[in-house]
């Protein structure tokens, strides 16, 4: 049942932001050089490494580590890259990887393949057995603010109490978030 939300949910949403994805991609290969979308390796369900997209909002000589382990992010955003994170605008193309099952809508959110912390502590707790998401418990929790253990601790609250109407609270939370624009740190 969760996969098949998944997949309708995902098709509305790529329905509804193509154009506006469109224009957005239009505005950061205007403002920045290079490619329109940052590829990046994520831990996936059961630990499976897969490519996710997201609107390139960093530029091209920024480290591949977590953004929050940068000694000054903002040095490194792009002319609309604060804009697109605040919005969370910079994450419509991980759509497509709800379309293609390396994500789910609601789950934990996918770790960089080098968060060797974070992988290890969600292995233990068994939090690795679920899709990651684009949204979920922890994002809603806090989102770039928490420390792991707090953060992991989030994930396997969800993974324990997950349900449909659980998923549809966390969607309704992140939509509240994201309109004001809660828990960026950048």
Known sequence: MKRL???LLGLLAAAFF???????AVLVKLTSPGPVM?????VGRDNRIFSMPKLRTMRVDTPVVATHL???????LTPIGSFLRRSSLDEIPQLWCILKGDMSIVGPRPALFNQEDLINLRTEREVHRVRPGLTGWAQINGRDELPIPEKVQLDEDY??????????????M?????????????
């Open 18 to 24: 193509l154009g506006p994805l469109l224009v957005l």
């Open 70 to 76: 940068l000694h000054d992010p903002k040095q490194f």
């Open 5 to 7: 939300l998944d997949l």
């Open 38 to 42: 940052y590829w990046s390796n994520r």
């Open 174 to 186: 992140t939509a509240l978030k994201v309109a004001r624009r809660d828990g960026v740190s950048h």
């Open 159 to 172: 993974v324990r109490s997950q349900s449909l109407c659980f998923d549809m609270k966390i969607i309704v």
